[in-house]
């Protein structure tokens, strides 16, 4: 039963053009989100969070979105550089206290020059 | 900078031999996790510790210990390996924020 999906499992996009990674989630409950991001070799890194009390949280290039009437949130990357070739995991916890989180499955997002 | 350090980046172990994973991280942080991580699975969560000698299952715990002796270091251990255990683990901590940092990985093959 996977609480938290990401239905894309690999997103192509040429360089300097916008990123749109997408992900669903079926517990109501869940109220902090949370982007990671995975090199191959090396463990995932935090990229950028988001509260249920909003609806959108920027960081540089990256924002996310959330909807939660829809149980959904993405993750934009503008512009997309080649650095940005990665697995990227949604992830969600119930709520900034919560200790554990549930992960997607993962996109891997390559960006062509 | 936070750092989670996992003692080996390849392991190979026989079906049926006893496996101990290490980690350590040196922020002091309350909580550690297990993760593996598989294709089209994404992570899933193995044990969490929140303190000292304490621990929680997580998603998946079937086939698997942990051992949680002093703050820094938490150990998962694989009582008898088997082949379905083949898979990347991830170890991680926080400081009670869902915010986590992980180490760099342990891809561990079973034969």
């Known amino acids: 039963d996977q609480q938290v999906k990401q239905n894309s499992p690999s997103l192509s996009v040429q360089e300097g053009r916008i990123s749109i990674l997408n992900c669903d989630y079926t517990n109501s409950m869940f109220d902090y989100f949370l982007w990671y991001k995975k090199y191959p070799a090396e463990g995932p890194t935090f990229l950028i969070s988001i509260s249920s009390i909003k609806d959108k949280n920027e960081d540089g290039r990256f924002t996310v979105f959330l909807n939660k009437s829809a149980k959904h949130l993405s993750l934009h990357i503008v512009p997309s550089q080649p650095g940005d070739s990665a697995v990227y995991f949604c992830?969600?916890?119930?709520?900034?206290?919560?200790?554990?989180?549930?992960f997607g499955q993962g996109t891997r997002l390559t960006i062509n020059p | 900078d936070v750092k989670v350090t996992q003692s080996s980046r390849y392991l190979v172990k026989r079906t049926g031999e006893k496996v101990f994973l290490e980690c350590v991280q040196d922020?002091?942080?309350?909580?550690m996790f297990w993760y593996r991580q598989d294709p089209g699975l994404g992570l899933r969560l193995i044990y969490f510790s929140y303190d000292v000698k304490m621990k929680e299952k997580g998603d998946i715990p079937e086939g698997y210990s942990v051992s949680r002796e002093k703050k820094e270091r938490f150990s998962l251990i694989l009582e008898s390996a088997s082949t379905n255990q083949t898979s990347m683990y991830l170890c991680?901590?926080?400081?009670?924020?869902?915010?986590?940092?992980f180490g760099q990985g342990t891809r561990l093959t079973v034969v």
């Open positions: 991680a901590s926080s400081l009670g924020l869902p915010e986590a940092f």
């Open positions: 992830a969600a916890s119930l709520g900034e206290g919560a200790q554990k989180l549930v």
């Open positions: 922020m002091d942080h309350e909580n």
